[in-house]
């Protein structure tokens, strides 16, 4: 028997039709390919690669695709074709890799994985998941999450110290600013500041972007004289 449509790998999907496939186990393969790198489900091929052929309910590309959105949160933009043949359609259904975690409308959030034997399946996207999955896309920044039961014993007086240097030196910074209490001071600059004093170019360059998207930062000129000002403090980039 020849297998038309190879195996199943984390990015290929098949469901059988045969039986009219319920949407909630569409939309749970839908989504695992979501939260995963995206990829494609073909709906009437067996598990073996062998199609045969979708259910007359199934064979409207435009419903299937409008229903996948409607179900799935965020909305899920899959793009459904029919492909195989006249005697044998087979539906091919795109997923796009998400750039956050989805969810089906019920609330299933899941992935996909492969198995010691090496074939994939889908299973449950668990809380920790849920927050690795955002923080590598870049959508969860762990060092802007609150610390349990921290305290401003906790921050280190050395960076405090450099703080009021960098302040001082350079002249159209604030010199009122030397003038607060530490916690005040830290309340002046939102503590935020603080974070770029202990980090690596590329890091403190990417708080300083967010920074200046979040507005807390002012930004003054372009390239290498690019100067961020926050409170009268100016930094140069």
């Given at each position: 028997m020849v297998h038309e449509y190879g195996k199943e790998t984390l990015s290929l999907e098949f469901k059988s039709d045969l039986k009219r496939l319920p949407d909630d186990d569409l939309l749970d393969a839908v989504v695992a390919l979501a939260n995963s790198d995206g990829g494609t489900v073909y709906l009437?091929?067996?598990?073996?690669?062998t199609p045969t052929g979708i259910d007359k309910?199934?064979?409207d590309a435009v419903g299937l695709s409008a229903m996948i959105a409607n179900r799935t949160v965020p909305p899920v933009s899959a793009r459904a074709q029919i492909v195989g043949?006249?005697?044998t359609p087979v539906m091919?259904?795109?997923v796009p890799k998400s750039r956050s975690v989805v969810s089906t409308?019920?609330?299933k959030v899941l992935r996909r994985r492969m198995k010691v034997d090496g074939t994939p399946e889908s299973v449950p996207m668990y809380p920790y998941e849920i927050v690795t999955r955002l923080s590598d896309l870049g959508r969860l920044d762990f060092s802007a999450q609150p610390v349990p039961d921290a305290t401003r014993d906790d921050f280190d007086p050395l960076e405090r110290d450099r703080l009021r240097r960098i302040i001082g030196t350079y002249q159209s910074s604030d010199r009122n600013l030397l003038e607060l209490t530490d916690e005040e001071l830290e309340k002046s600059l939102q503590a935020d500041v603080?974070?770029?004093?202990?980090v690596d170019a590329n890091q403190a360059y990417y708080q300083?972007?967010?920074l200046v998207k979040g507005g807390k930062l002012g930004v003054i000129g372009r390239g290498k004289g690019t100067r961020y000002?926050?409170?009268g403090f100016t930094g140069r980039k």
């Open positions: 009437g091929v067996e598990d073996d690669g309910v199934h064979q043949t006249e005697k091919q259904i795109d409308k019920s609330g603080m974070e770029l004093l202990h300083l972007s967010k000002t926050i409170g």
